[in-house]
């Protein structure tokens, strides 16, 4: 029996005037992995996951999800279909309570205000914040943002999860507790993609990493066979070291 296909992104480009941002991209995930996709600076990735996500339309190409073109429906409707993400620039509500900003996606599938708060504890347990439900989020350290961010995803009741560097700033043991967060979340049916500069966090990831330059796809494999090609050390470690 052939496997469900789960993500299958064929030929995507997106053009900003004459700039392709993002250009004939074609990668698949299947159900449960965790990959990372990692890239210079500029490099298209973001504009990438605004694709999958359908806060942009692509210039060309086709997402599938479960069989299904999505490539032209909007990003709510994409959101209830089951993706969920995190975004590069923190998008915490500070003055609202932690668990009103998990309500912020619990609302994508439920009106009812108990209902919601109910999902969304529920979204704040899993990432480890319960306890922290009726503070402010403004309160929170930088990982425990990151992590409310991730439950406000999950409070969405996501298939899958994009994270948008989710590890920028953050110090080791935070780093350490978003890694087994995830772990834990990926082995309860969760499928990630990641965008990641910390190659440690790519090699703790992920089997298989997807590697971006100048809007294409520069190779895709096992962080080992990734990590080691001397043309993702010109394009991206070199870059790094530098
Ligand atoms: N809305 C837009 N209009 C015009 N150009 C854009 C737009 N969004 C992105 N770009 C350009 O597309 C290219 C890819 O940007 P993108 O943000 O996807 O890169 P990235 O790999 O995510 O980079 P970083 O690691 O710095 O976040 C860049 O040259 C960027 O300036």
Redesign the pocket.
Known sequence: MIAEPFLQIDNVSRH?GG?K?VDEVSFEVARGEIVSII?P????????FNLLTGQLPPSAGTVRFEGRDIGRTRSNERARLGFGRTF?ISQTLTSMSVLENGMVGAFMHERRLPAAAARAFEALERVGLAKRATDKAGSLTLGERRRLEVARALAMKPQIVLLDEVMAGLNQTEVAEIIDMVHALNATGVTFLV?EHNLKVVRAFSRRVLV?NR?RVLKQGTAEEVLSDPAVVEAYVGKIRA
């Open positions: 900003f700039l941002a890239g600076n500029g490099a298209g990735k973001t504009t990438l590069q965008i971006i809007g």
